[in-house]
């Protein structure tokens, strides 16, 4: 299995480091034959060769069996050009290689109840998914840009847009999912007010009825927003849109109580995948080894599981995170469970240290 390692930027490569040693130490323990290539992406590869994605760092991607992705990103890069800026990167890569299905579990540590802003009855237990649609939607819809009106005054164009095509294999990788969790799939649009909503809503109703076992719900945005912090229990699998999932999966990190806790998996027809942090580069604690590793180490589980269909290896690595979590270890502390060592010289700051 060939792995793609790309670090990024700011934590990106701290948090990285850990999940790659526990990537090793995964294969080791249950025999599996890993070869890993890293490269550059984001602002290091805007310094290093003048653009966020060299061809090399695309090509190794693309030729990878699964790629771990660290962060890209930093304050300096903002005002580059459109189409230089680091996360332009990460977009271009999840749209040439076509990763429309992206998981974002969001699962409540008991352990880490306190770092949260809630109750402890309503995040108690929480065990959801976030399917987001990656690779459409006003990301990348045209017409866009800034334009200048005959009157010298600027106007900000963006498109919303989904084809019936692009709903429907997220619609079918949603129903997929609820089916073998829950049963329930809950579609996020915002069908009353926009075109692209109403066909999105028509399109999951129309494929529901292939999967008769599945419980299917529909909520505007705005109202899943709300319920999602006032009954997140209530929730299985959420199916929604690129722009929206992207608002959803960050609010829900909340429910966890850190952003550095979560996964993600961004996966292809193929279930081909990239697995990286939902956190970002985080550039104002970068380098100093404060970064909580965890959301990387559960990128590599979910690597395992999804990537290169490793369960019992991906539910090693998970035993491993939930012992330390459980133990409360502290700087320097390591822990082990089924064969996998997870812990680093950073774990300590673990709940203090929440990624924004
Ligand atoms: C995410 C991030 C990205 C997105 C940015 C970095 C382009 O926020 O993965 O959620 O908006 O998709
Ligand atoms: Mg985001």
New binding site residues.
């Given amino acids: 299995m060939k792995i793609a390692v790309l670090p990024g930027d700011g934590i990106g490569p701290e948090v990285t480091r850990q999940g790659v040693k526990v990537l090793r130490a995964a294969a080791k323990r249950f025999g599996l034959e890993i070869e890993l290539s890293e490269a550059l992406i984001g602002g290091c590869a805007y310094e290093a060769h003048g653009h966020p994605l060299p061809p090399e760092t695309l090509a190794l991607a693309r030729e990878a069996d699964a790629i771990l992705f660290g962060a ?2 930093g304050f300096q890069y903002e005002t580059l050009p459109r189409g230089l800026r680091p ?1 332009d990167a ?2 271009s890569v999840r749209r040439e290689l076509d990763l429309f299905a ?1 998981f974002r579990p969001i699962v409540a540590w008991p352990e880490l109840s306190d770092a949260t802003t809630f109750k402890p009855e309503v995040v108690e237990g929480v065990d959801l998914t976030i399917l987001r649609e ?1 690779t459409s939607d006003i ?1 990348f819809g045209e017409p866009r840009g800034i334009e200048t009106l005959p009157d010298g005054s600027r106007r900000g164009i963006n498109t919303m847009s989904y084809t019936e095509a692009e709903i429907r294999r997220v619609a079918h990788a949603g129903f997929r999912a609820a089916r073998a969790r829950r049963g329930k799939l809950c579609s996020v649009d915002k069908a009353n007010v926009l075109e692209t909503m109403e066909l999105w809503r028509e399109i999951v109703t129309e494929i529901g009825a292939e999967y008769p076992d599945v419980e299917l719900t529909h909520l505007y945005i705005d109202a899943a927003a709300m319920a999602l912090v006032r009954t997140p229990k209530a929730f299985d699998v959420i199916v929604t849109a ?1 722009l929206f999932g ?1 608002i959803l ?2 609010e829900a990190s909340m429910l966890v109580g850190s952003i550095g806790m979560l996964p ?1 998996a961004s996966l292809n027809a193929d279930g081909k995948g990239l697995f ?1 942090p ?1 956190h ?1 580069c985080a550039p104002d604690i970068a380098g100093k080894d404060i970064a909580n590793p965890l959301a990387s180490i559960l990128s590599v589980a979910m690597m395992l599981r999804l990537g290169l269909a490793r369960a019992d290896a991906a539910s090693a690595v998970e035993a491993a995170v939930r012992r330390v979590l459980a133990e409360g270890h502290r700087t320097a502390d390591i822990a082990t469970a089924g064969g996998i060592v997870v812990g680093t010289e950073q774990m300590g700051d673990l709940v203090v240290h929440s990624l924004s």
């Fill in positions: 890209e990103g996360g990460l977009l992206n990656l990301y690129n992207d999966s960050d993600s990286e939902v970002g």
